[in-house]
């Protein structure tokens, strides 16, 4: 059964027979929102929103090396436990819009937290935000099972926010936890969320 979570929740990443889970697949999703009424914002959101799903494997609590940033431009993890399974542009379409498969059994010992971020490619110039954004969400599924573990709707006002940090997967005691944290920022980029953990 799907754990649905508020934001700032902790839960342990174990399997429903409660062993540990090895293979997971973090979801993330958005829709465009409905088109404004009037004319004018109309034409304002007609451009596509592309949001980038990326994710930094933090070493001590901070990100040592460029490569340990996934997303786009670097789909695997040199270590081979964190694929990013490429782009969407547009956020059209049911379901997840971006996926990254972690096997946590083969994330090296020196990694203990994978933050999971998505901001909006261009925003600053194309002056997009995430209240152009609804129905984000992250969840996490037992990719040997299929099984969502959790969920975590983003209901909080992101307007005017350009970026979301939202959630991490840790180790904590000898085992992987995922907390839920929803913050928005002003990020225009993945470099400058990346700033935020050197």
């Known amino acids: 059964m799907t754990v649905n979570l508020v934001k700032g929740q902790k839960v ?26 009037s004319f004018l914002q109309r034409i304002f959101q007609q451009t596509n929103i592309d949001c980038d799903a990326s994710v930094f494997l933090l070493q001590d609590g901070k990100l040592r090396a460029q490569r340990d ?7 695997k993890h040199a270590s081979g436990a964190v694929r990013h ?30 933050i999971f971020v998505v901001n909006i490619y261009q925003a600053k110039q194309r002056k997009q935000h995430f209240g152009m954004i609804e129905n984000a969400f992250i ?12 969920r975590y709707n983003l209901t909080d006002n992101f307007s005017g926010q350009l970026a979301l940090i939202c959630g991490e997967i840790y180790r904590h005691n000898g085992e992987w936890k995922f907390n839920a944290i929803g913050q928005g920022t002003m990020d225009g980029s993945v470099g400058e969320l990346a700033l935020r953990y050197e």
Not at 69 to 75: A, E, G, P, R, T
Not at 91 to 111: R, T
């Open 85 to 114: 399974m490429g782009d969407n542009l547009t956020g059209e379409g049911d379901g997840d819009d971006e996926q990254i498969f972690v096997d946590l059994a083969n994330v090296p010992a020196s990694y203990g937290r994978l």
């Open 69 to 75: 940033v996934v997303y786009f431009n670097n789909l």
């Open 139 to 150: 969840r996490i599924v037992d990719n040997d099972t299929q099984q969502e573990i959790c």
């Open 12 to 37: 342990s990443l174990r399997k429903a027979d409660g062993g540990a889970l090895q293979h997971l697949m973090v979801g993330l999703g958005w829709d465009p929102a409905k088109p404004a009424s």
